[in-house]
């Protein structure tokens, strides 16, 4: 069978397309407007009732993103390395297929209703209990068996450089209560920013938490794993966990531990020490508190150095808290764009949240949406180069 690839540019909000040999390699000329090498006809499926598709975000210094509206998902983000080279720095799949196929359900998707997990799958909301799916042992992850990570958003593309994607949640779906009216805005922008606005508004009450789930590796997908990255947290705090990875509800300082990110480590530099955390984990699978530091009007959250490309991505929030997952249960189960597997720790997620199982730990931040009320939070993911 003939696979045909699309070199995309997108100049304006319009979809250009040149086709080449599955036989010949799609390449980026130094001066060039980006391509990625991916079908669009692998990303063209009727789900649900619903037609899915490619978006391509670009801006004026040749970063490209690249989504699609299965699951809301970042399929490619091009950054420039410190030799000016466009690397993909997030690891993805080249179709729907091996999306939804992938032993790994959440590379790259727009997470909800509530991101992270809620203990053993319940939760009492104005004295009414409610129960939810439970897909992560006894709790519940990432919304349930059927996540937003599976569902196939209404898209538009005012321009270029914007995505809008919409979803109503209905009410029980997955447990939660209350018609969940979601609007998320991606927008990469000519500072090499992708910024993600979240809205979101209910006819009942009920409890949100989304946030993104992209999969990073700054040295380029297929580059092998991602302990030589330099991580700092601007978080003194973080929430140590169970065996289950539930917060216990305790918030404890970082400072002599193998969580002190305070400082610009690299992310294998601790990751094997003994410590229950850590054993519990299989590594990092944890929520840091942020210490609201101000950056572009937000939080600064984190900065991540990939050592080998000199890709550097600052993270900034409204959210009060960041996940950091070290990759602990890739198996290279699956094969990414470029042909490679998802080898252990071949990519880490930066999550920006607010704390898991909130609903239950009312000490927490609360993540209570009410009738007439608007959740509303953002977050920006800038990149530059040293």
């Keep these: 069978m003939r696979i045909t690839y699309i070199s995309v540019i997108a100049i304006a909000g319009t979809i250009f397309a040149s086709c080449n040999s599955a036989t010949k390699s799609t390449t980026v000329a130094a001066d060039s407007l980006q391509t990625v090498k991916l079908s669009a006809d692998s990303f063209k499926r009727t789900t649900d009732g619903k037609e899915t598709g490619l978006y391509i975000l670009k801006n004026s210094k040749h970063a490209e993103a690249v989504f699609t509206n299965y699951g809301g998902r970042l399929v490619s983000l091009l950054i420039p390395d410190k030799a000016g080279k466009l690397t993909d720095v997030v690891v993805g799949f ?79 779906e997955e447990g939660f209560p209350g018609n969940l009216k979601v609007k998320v805005t991606y927008t990469l922008t000519d500072d090499n920013e992708l910024k993600m606005d ?9 409890v949100v938490n989304l946030t993104n789930h992209a999969f990073f590796n700054l040295n380029g997908e297929g580059s092998g794993k991602i302990l030589g990255h330099r991580l700092q947290l601007y978080a003194d705090s973080y929430l140590p966990v169970d065996s289950t990875l539930i917060p216990t509800g305790k918030i404890e300082k970082v400072a002599g531990t193998p969580f002190d990110f305070s400082k610009s480590l690299t992310i294998g530099a601790r990751i094997e020490a003994k410590n229950d955390q850590l054993s519990y984990g299989k590594g990092y699978d944890h929520n840091f508190v942020l210490n609201k530091t101000e950056g572009m009007g937000m939080f600064h ?51 920006t949240q607010h704390f898991p199982d909130s609903p239950n730990q009312a000490s927490f931040p609360s993540t209570v949406l009410r009738p007439g009320q608007t959740y509303q939070t953002s977050s920006i993911y800038k990149f530059s180069n040293l």
């Design 94 to 172: 080249n179709s729907v297929n091996a999306y939804e196929k992938s032993t790994e359900p959440y590379f790259g998707a727009t997470i909800g209703r509530y991101g992270n997990r809620i203990a053993k799958g319940k939760f009492t909301l104005d004295g009414k209990q409610y129960t939810l799916f439970t897909n992560n042992g006894q709790n519940t992850l990432h919304g349930g068996k059927k996540g937003y990570q599976y569902v196939v958003w209404d898209a538009k593309q005012p321009d270029a450089h914007t995505l809008e994607l919409e979803y109503v949640s209905k009410d029980m």
């Design 198 to 206: 979240y809205v979101a508004t209910t006819d009942k009450p009920t």
């Design 301 to 351: 959250a984190a900065t991540v150095q990939g050592d080998k490309s000199g890709i550097v991505l600052d993270i900034y929030t409204t959210e009060p808290g960041i996940q950091f997952y070290s990759g602990n249960a890739m198996q290279g189960k699956n094969v990414f764009k470029d042909g490679s597997s998802d080898d252990f720790r071949t990519a880490i997620a930066l999550e």
